[in-house]
Each structure stands twice: as structure tokens, then as C-alpha cells.
T-cell receptor, first 111, second 111 residues
């Protein structure tokens, strides 16, 4: 049973526009959330995180929003660049014991 | 440039054969994770260790999978006997609480 869900397997966005990747979770005990980025033939790399005590965290072009009541988080990339084309995984943890990952969303940024 | 290494990068084997995947975590990281990436499930946690002790291996099929950390510089994941449904990319990650660094993965194909 997937505790972390990414319902959009793929997303295409024009260069310069905003990319919004969504993630839903079911476990209300999750208190830490991360986004990873994965290029083909490489392992996932950490992108950005957010603790449940916050509702927003920003790092350059990347912003993660957390809506605890809806059990929903999203990753915004502004402006999107062709190098952002990758698979994005969200992950959630309850007190850092282990991380539950979603199935990933493949982002394509069109030049 | 510290990174997690995994060997082999690719493995093709016949059903019934034993497969051993190896991982060298980043020196100083006290937690090691094994994940399997499939299209349907995304990144599934198979097992994880903290300070070389197994903490959770509930994600592994116990009858055929085993994970060990013979020392702090080596983690192994074995499948015996392998089956076609085991075909996937297997990732090792090492980390500290709330930070995980992934290796490049082992792509396993069982025919």
C-alpha cells in the first residue's frame, strides 16, 4: 500500500515557465518530506526538504509547499530549465526511521 | 568527493542463479539503505542498517533475499535463487538522519 503517491507519471513544461510537481501522502505521522531528482543511469540526488513545522521552504528556483491538512506537498520550479528534465521523487519520513518514496514524476522541460 | 559506490553496475543472470550486489557507503555515515526501483512501486525500501545492525528488512522477500554489513565499508544484498520478477534497479544509499546519498544503482536482469 503506497503511503506516498505521485499521481502524475509525467509532466511537460515550456522552458521559462513554472513546473509544479505534486505529491500526496496518507500517514499523518510523517514529519519530514524530501524531494529527490534522478537522471537516467544515476542514483537519486537530494533536492530540497521541508519539516512539518513549516509550510514552505525555498532554495533558489525550487520551492516546496506543504499542506498538512490536505496531506499534500508540491514542488515548484521557477523558471524551468532544460537541465531540470529528470524524474522527481518525493519521500516522507516519520521521525527519520525510514523514508517512503513515491513512484516518481518524469519532468520534461521543452526548450 | 565522497560518494556511494555500487558494484556491479549491470548484471544479467539466469533464473535460479545467485546474485550478489555490493555497496560501499560514504565513510562516516551510520545508516545504509537498500532500495529497489520498479515502474509500479517506485523506490521500495528493502532493508536498512544503522551502525551495521539491521533495523528493518520487512520489505525483503525473506525466502530469497538477504542483506548484510560485514563491516562499516561494505554492505551486500544477495538474491538466491533469482527470479525474473527480481529484474529491477537496486540502489544503495547511505546517510545521516534526514539525509540520504544514493549510489548509481545495479541494474539486474534475470532471464
Amino acid at each position: 500500500d503506497q503511503q506516498v503517491k505521485q499521481n502524475s507519471p509525467s509532466l511537460s513544461v515550456q522552458e521559462g515557465r513554472i513546473s509544479i510537481l505534486n505529491c500526496d501522502y496518507t500517514n499523518s505521522m510523517f514529519d519530514y518530506f524530501l524531494w529527490y531528482k534522478k537522471y537516467p543511469a544515476e542514483g537519486p540526488t537530494f533536492l530540497i526538504s521541508i519539516s512539518s513545522i513549516k509550510d514552505k521552504n525555498e532554495d533558489g528556483r525550487f520551492t516546496v509547499f506543504l499542506n498538512k491538512s490536505a496531506k499534500h506537498l508540491s514542488l515548484h520550479i521557477v523558471p524551468s530549465q532544460p537541465g531540470d528534465s529528470a524524474v522527481y521523487f518525493c519521500a516522507a519520513s516519520a521521525s527519520s526511521n525510514q523514508f517512503y518514496f513515491g513512484t516518481g514524476t518524469s519532468l520534461t522541460v521543452i526548450p | 568527493d565522497a560518494r556511494v559506490t555500487q558494484t556491479p553496475r549491470h548484471k544479467v543472470t539466469e533464473m535460479g542463479q545467485e546474485v550478489t550486489m555490493r555497496c560501499q557507503p560514504i565513510l562516516g555515515h551510520n545508516t545504509v539503505f537498500w532500495y529497489r526501483q520498479t515502474m509500479m512501486q517506485g523506490l521500495e525500501l528493502l532493508a536498512y542498517f544503522r551502525n551495521r545492525a539491521p533495523l528493518d528488512d520487512s520489505g525483503m522477500p525473506k525466502d530469497r533475499f538477504s542483506a548484510e554489513m560485514p563491516d562499516a565499508t561494505l554492505a551486500t544484498l544477495k538474491i538466491q535463487p533469482s527470479e525474473p520478477r527480481d529484474s529491477a534497479v537496486y540502489f544503495c544509499a547511505s546517510g545521516l538522519p534526514y539525509e540520504q546519498y544514493f549510489g548509481p544503482g545495479t541494474r539486474l536482469t534475470v532471464t
